[in-house]
């Protein structure tokens, strides 16, 4: 225990650093930290916890799992892999949700639910989730007479639980009360951080938890009623893209519930500081959108029944954006014989939200999340049969491929995404994007030769890879920014799973964290082109 804590858990609390303790946090990855941690975990678990020195094993074990976890998504899949959520999941249902004045067994219910909850951010987690019936074991916890206990295993359903059992998000007015007071503290500070009874947290992901228990329309309800509004508009005023974003989604989210409506409406502020977002030349394109669809929801005569994804209903009967993507299309000189008209759709804010489309959506076995390409316009490709006979449309994933307008031709005609180092028809050689990983600018060990996708478009429809060319269009003679990607379908276990390489440092799309948004794969084969992707700006 002595070499855990100076080699492993003291690195932790020497530095405040959320970076710094990620590094950290990913190194003990590479070195099969998570799974060494969990053999002496079980063993220490063997030992039993009435012996002292045994018992601060298990303390410095599951407080170093609980800290790592907060900081690194490499490590939270590795603990996945190596088995501890077995482990935590089986002293939940040992101990139950019953307050106790036992200390030891406290701190094992603690422990294991604050570590879930930092594991089950991982969306590599949700199929371990999945098969260890998470859901179902820790629901009991949301009734736990203390808040911190309750609001934790909400916050954890809240990532991993299927649209099929949204029915087990539904929260008591005490954990939703619990939650707003945290986040109203937080909004008190600089750093917009506030302190939990078990540590600290920041405004953004009590933001994003009560965003992700909105789903529920009963939490809908008692989420507005508790006092909810005010605090998501001060977040929307005072916090950053990130905040802004999700306190925008939040209140889309509420706004779905007719009864809620006019609350909103008649919030001071509400409206105006919506308005200024969709105005202001400062705003990023993600925080406009959001506030946007949060406008037009609000709009008395736009319906809210969500139709589902991939709906007959595509695109409004006349889509300007749709049209003018089109043309742009049209100016690229492309066969008709790629495309199937059937299958066309716009997400552009006004088409995505009238369909009553969710921003993310699951598709595979295992279930993996995407993101809604919003702001591009598909064109659908013909796909072979044998998309038909693999039973992709079920079984493969969803992803996305940015590239450079002049690859879109050979990429058709190929039938296939190329990699650097790929010849193409005509006897050109594709290289690495400036931007990306070179083969002289890279990681030790780092293999530039790869299809690079993410399940985000945010990611792929990046300058780096879907690199903006100048288009006029011949009907208004105006001037756009053009990009194009591609919408495919990939092959479970064909691609690994990696941080980004882009040199972003920010965070690029809410749902996936930049440790796990960039997918890439050496097979050929595994990908099936579905649609090509316009935006024009």
Same mark, same amino acid.
């Given at each position: 225990m002595e070499s855990v804590g100076n080699n492993i858990t003291q690195p932790y609390h020497a530095t405040s650093s959320r970076k710094l303790r990620q590094r950290f946090g990913d190194h003990l990855a590479t070195l099969g930290g998570g799974q060494e941690l969990t053999k002496l975990l079980v063993r220490l678990d063997d030992m039993g916890m009435e012996n002292p020195d045994t018992w601060l094993g298990i303390n410095v074990i599951r407080s170093t799992c609980w800290n790592y976890s907060d900081a690194s998504l490499k490590i939270c899949k590795q603990f996945g892999q190596a088995g501890l959520f077995k482990i935590l999941l089986a002293d939940l249902d040992r101990y139950g949700p019953r307050r106790t004045q036992n200390e030891k067994r406290r701190f094992l219910v603690v422990s294991a639910l604050n570590i879930l909850h930092n594991c089950a951010k991982a969306t590599e987690n949700r199929q371990v989730f999945k098969d260890l019936r998470a859901v179902e074991r820790?629901?009991?916890?949301?009734?736990?007479?203390?808040?911190?206990?309750?609001?934790?295993?909400?916050?954890?359903?809240?990532?991993?639980?299927?649209?099929?059992?949204?029915?087990?998000?539904?929260?008591?007015?005490?954990?939703?009360? @619990?939650?707003?007071?945290?986040?109203?503290?937080?909004?008190?500070?600089?750093?917009?951080?506030?302190?939990?009874?078990?540590?600290?947290?920041?405004?953004?992901?009590?933001?994003?938890?009560?965003?992700?228990?909105? &789903?529920?329309?009963?939490?809908?309800? %008692?989420?507005?009623?508790?006092?909810?509004?005010?605090?998501? &508009?001060?977040?929307?005023?005072?916090?950053?893209?990130?905040?802004?974003?999700?306190?925008?989604?939040?209140?889309?989210?509420?706004?779905?519930?007719?009864?809620?409506?006019?609350?909103?409406?008649?919030?001071?502020?509400?409206?105006?500081?919506?308005?200024?977002?969709?105005?202001?030349?400062? %705003?990023?394109?993600?925080?406009?959108?959001?506030?946007?669809?949060?406008?037009?929801?609000?709009?008395?005569?736009?319906?809210?029944?969500?139709?589902?994804?991939?709906?007959?209903?595509?695109?409004?009967?006349?889509?300007?954006?749709?049209?003018?993507?089109?043309?742009?299309?049209?100016?690229?000189?492309?066969?008709?014989?790629?495309?199937?008209?059937?299958?066309?759709?716009? @997400?552009?804010?006004?088409?995505?939200?009238?369909?009553?489309?969710?921003? @993310?959506?699951?598709?595979?076995?295992?279930?993996?999340? @995407?993101?809604?390409?919003?702001g591009w316009s598909r064109f659908a490709l013909k796909v072979h049969d044998r998309a038909h006979a693999l039973n992709v449309f079920e079984k493969w994933h969803i992803a996305f491929h940015g590239t450079k307008l002049d690859a879109v031709q050979p990429i058709l005609e190929c039938g296939d995404l190329l990699m650097p180092g790929d010849v193409v028809m005509g006897g050109k050689m594709l290289g690495e994007r400036e931007g990306h990983f070179t083969p002289d600018r890279k990681p030790a060990g780092f293999d530039t030769k790869q299809i690079f996708l993410s399940p985000s478009i945010r990611y792929s429809g990046c300058n780096v890879y879907s690199f903006p060319t100048e288009f006029k269009d011949p009907t208004t003679k105006k001037y756009y920014h053009a990009k194009v990607a591609f919408q495919i379908y990939i092959n479970p276990g064909s691609y690994k799973v990696g941080p980004q390489t882009i040199g972003a440092s920010d965070q690029i799309d809410p749902k996936f964290d930049n440790q796990e948004i960039e997918w890439f794969t050496k097979q050929r084969g595994c990908v099936i082109l579905y649609g090509l992707l316009i935006k024009l700006e």
């Open positions: 820790i629901a009991p916890f949301l009734k736990s007479e203390e808040m911190s206990v309750g609001s934790n295993a909400l916050m954890t359903i809240a990532y991993i639980v299927d649209d099929s059992k949204i029915e087990l998000l539904e929260a008591n007015t005490q954990v939703i009360s @619990y939650l707003l007071k945290l986040l109203s503290a937080a909004l008190e500070n600089p750093d917009l951080r506030g302190q939990a009874d078990d540590g600290t947290c920041s405004a953004l992901e009590i933001a994003m938890g009560l965003a992700n228990i909105a &789903v529920n329309d009963n939490n809908k309800a %008692t989420l507005v009623d508790a006092g909810c509004i005010p605090l998501f &508009v001060k977040l929307l005023q005072v916090g950053g893209p990130p905040e802004q974003e999700c306190s925008a989604n939040a209140l889309w989210e509420l706004a779905k519930l007719d009864s809620n409506k006019p609350k909103i409406r008649q919030e001071p502020e509400a409206i105006d500081t919506l308005k200024k977002l969709t105005t202001k030349s400062d %705003t990023s394109t993600a925080v406009k959108q959001s506030a946007e669809r949060v406008l037009m929801v609000l709009k008395p005569s736009l319906p809210t029944q969500q139709r589902g994804f991939g709906s007959a209903v595509t695109t409004r009967e006349s889509c300007d954006y749709h049209v003018l993507c089109r043309r742009f299309k049209d100016s690229l000189q492309l066969s008709d014989l790629f495309f199937d008209k059937e299958y066309d759709m716009c @997400y552009c804010t006004t088409c995505h939200t009238e369909r009553g489309d969710k921003l @993310y959506y699951t598709r595979g076995q295992p279930e993996k999340d @995407y993101g809604v390409p919003i």
